[in-house]
């Protein structure tokens, strides 16, 4: 059996090419253009920096809490991703500066997300308000979007209301919102380089307000990135394109479309033993030698996704709005998924071809969610009435051969084959009751409802065929208020009940429940000119806590009990004065599982950041260290992991209107790990074979630049 996509990438890098040379035929035009923005109300108001004081700890923060949340909630604009994240990174890297969050470098250009120690896969992740998940729930952070087309990402760190759709809601929300299209004409083109021969080019076209479409307006971006990789012979390509349309079909109705194509290949790297990182530093990833199981030229895969969708959004009259989005999206490796069974090398080679042949395996697979998210509101003289549903249907595959590498990947028997589906109904009800002038209470419940289905030919645990159904089904309630002790100071509580079912790896006969959660929070938050300071306190009490164990790039899934998530978060930020702001955040965490009193795997005891802001005329520049503290890798209080911090830094000079016919010309300069700390940030899981723990250590000191020119 062979594996190979070469067509099909051809198909995709000609459709790159194509948008590329679309968007580099307009001409250019001699206006100035504003910065993409967040669309507010109806999606055609464009808010700007000069409606905010830029002069400002407000403005300057990393992170803020809106004076109306009703839970622990950081929002992150434009202005901050613009000038402090590379576009080379992912959303993972745009959110490390949030507090209680924790990011861990994965594959090299994927990371490992934790909010509150919970992993990805036990906290919700949106795009433009649609739930974003995988067959078994987990998400790649390289998948969908760039940091590019982002307008803001706001992460709340509770279970949200009732109307707050999607999976795992109790453990947070990470939710990524798209920028709008710019309100003039522009051509925009960049290009980048920094450390591990990193090469960034795009491309992008604004068509700014259509009067002839009745103020139609949209933007096509175009992105193509390569790198030597940060672990030796782990290199990787990634191609995206955007294509946002906004149509005004009336002064109170809004059509949105959004696709976006994203394209990524690069070697599977499972991580390094402790003997292989001692013996070849801390950049060891994989060798290139065809006589070893993490041979890189073994240890490949080819991911594509895509996501659309068409939303309506409308003001009806009398109190009446609709926000409706029908969707679809998809993730697929096709045949070109590749590891090595042991990639600590510890275990002896051999295959029914050779003695010394090298085994390995072939993982194709894939899925598609077919969607609709609507949500309806009422608006009421005390208040405000909400009601509306998630609803999904995800059809997909896997399969798993072993092969031989050595004669290119020839069929040796299969592991699995199975055909499955997840179906999810999710309506909900919520009100919100203005019980005093400064007194908002919200209340509601949402009844979740999932249905996993399993088709296998061959089931990696009956090794024969299985088919079956599973149902779960609860009515979830949740009470929050806010109250506004004064204009720029608030308080809120918050008290829900969440739900997981169980990933579809399980087997037919385990008898594991659904995840169930009671959370419980207060929280304050506090604006001035001068500084902004939020914090909060939570509880959350955990049921039928679902582990999991990574061996040889094969997951099993197992019941811990219950546990007691609990803690303090806080974080502001302090306007200096001539530019200048100080901010900085933390949290003191415990996870422990109820029955044995240990720690639960990969949930960190304390996190720290903190860092310096300077802006003034044409100038941006930062200074940001975060710190992680002590955790386990694996339960049981395995694997124990060392605290560890970066120091960062990035500098950004924008100039507008620097020569006619050119709008806009933004120089940006950044070196992460300044200080080089090298530390075991992660435990992967055991290789197959020898069982051998694997670690991902520190991505050392790197540099990254770009020129970004507006026309």
């Known amino acids: 059996m062979r594996v190979s996509s070469t067509p099909d990438r051809r198909r995709k890098r000609r459709f790159i090419d194509a948008a590329l040379w679309l968007a580099a035929s307009v001409p250019p035009v001699a206006v100035v253009t ?16 000069s409606a905010v004081d830029v002069n400002s700890a407000v403005y300057q923060a990393p992170t803020t809490t809106p004076l109306t949340v009703t839970q622990p909630t950081s929002v992150i604009d434009k202005h901050y991703i613009e000038n402090n994240i590379p576009q080379t990174a992912n959303y993972d890297r745009v959110i490390n500066v949030v507090p209680n969050v924790m990011v861990q470098p994965s594959t090299g250009s994927d990371s490992k997300i934790s909010i509150r120690g919970f992993q990805t896969g036990q906290f919700n992740t949106t795009l433009d308000g649609i739930p974003l998940r995988a067959h078994n729930l987990y998400l790649s952070s390289a998948s969908f979007i760039t940091t590019n087309d982002l307008g803001q990402v706001t992460v709340d760190r509770g279970p949200g209301t009732a109307s707050t759709v999607g999976d795992a809601t109790f453990g947070g929300t990470v939710a990524l919102q798209t920028k709008s299209p710019m309100s003039t004409l522009a051509t925009t083109a960049t290009t980048g380089y920094g450390s591990f021969n990193t090469q960034l080019y795009g491309i992008q076209f604004d068509s700014g307000q259509l009067k002839s479409a009745n103020g139609a307006s949209f933007f096509l971006d175009t992105q193509f990135t390569r790198t030597e990789g940060s672990y030796a012979n782990v290199p990787s390509e990634r191609e995206n394109v955007a294509l946002k349309v906004v149509q005004p079909l009336s002064d109170n109705t809004v059509l949105t479309f959004l696709s976006i194509y994203n394209s990524q290949i690069q070697s599977n790297f499972q991580g390094a033993s402790l003997a292989q990182i001692a013996a070849y530093g801390p950049n060891y990833g994989l060798s290139n030698s065809p006589n070893q199981q993490n041979y890189a030229g073994y240890n490949r895969y080819l991911a594509q996704t895509d996501f659309d969708y068409l939303g309506l959004k409308s003001d009806y009259g009398e109190g009446w709005h609709l926000d409706q989005k029908l969707y679809t999206y998809s993730y697929s490796y096709g045949g070109f998924n590749l590891f090595g069974i042991d990639v600590s090398n510890n275990s002896s080679l051999g295959t029914i071809f050779g003695a010394n042949d090298v085994p390995g395996r072939s993982n194709p697979g894939g899925w598609r969610s077919y969607g609709d998210v609507i949500a309806i509101t009422k608006d009421l003289p005390d208040g405000a009435l909400k009601f509306g549903t998630w609803v999904d249907h995800k059809p997909g595959f896997r399969k798993r051969y072993n092969v031989d590498m050595t004669l290119e990947q020839k069929y040796i028997s299969t592991v699995e084959d199975r055909n499955f589906a997840l179906d999810t109904f999710q309506p909900y009800v919520e009100a919100d009751w203005k019980a005093l002038p400064d007194l908002t209470i919200t209340a509601g419940a949402k009844y979740a409802y999932v249905k996993r289905s399993y088709a296998a030919l061959v089931d990696p645990n009956t090794k024969g065929p299985l088919n079956y159904s599973q149902t779960w089904e609860k009515a979830l309630p949740s009470l929050a208020a806010n109250y506004k002790l004064s204009s720029n100071w608030s308080v809120y509580a918050q008290a829900a009940e969440g739900f997981l079912t169980p990933p579809d790896a399980l087997p037919s006969g385990a008898n594991v429940q659904p995840q169930t959660t009671w959370n419980y929070q207060v929280g304050t938050s506090y604006q001035t000119k001068a500084f902004t300071l939020a914090g909060d306190v939570y509880y959350i009490d955990f049921q039928n806590m679902i582990g999991s164990r990574n061996v040889g790039g094969v997951t099993s899934y197992f019941n811990q009990g219950g546990a007691i998530y609990k803690g303090i978060e806080v974080e502001g930020t302090v306007h200096v004065g001539d530019g200048f702001s100080v901010f900085g955040n933390g949290s003191l965490n415990s996870a422990k599982n109820i029955q044995t009193g240990q720690w639960i795997a990969e949930a960190p005891n304390a996190t720290l950041a903190a860092g310096l802001i300077y802006e003034q005329g044409n100038w941006h520049a930062s200074l940001t260290d975060k710190w992680v503290g ?15 911090n970066q120091l960062d830094m990035a500098v950004t000079y924008k100039v ?13 300069f950044g070196i992460n790990n300044v200080l080089n700390s090298r530390e075991i940030v992660d435990f992967s899981g055991y290789s197959g074979g020898s069982l051998t723990p694997l670690f991902y250590t520190q991505i050392g000191r790197n540099i990254y630049s770009s020129l970004t020119v507006q026309f």
């Open 656 to 668: 507008k209107n620097p020569l006619p016919n050119l709008a806009a010309v933004t120089a940006k």
């Open 630 to 644: 002590f955790r386990f890798g694996d339960v049981g209080e395995k694997q124990p992991l060392s605290p560890f």
């Open 34 to 49: 504003g910065a993409h923005a967040q669309t507010t109300d109806l999606g055609t108001v464009q808010t700007s920096a």
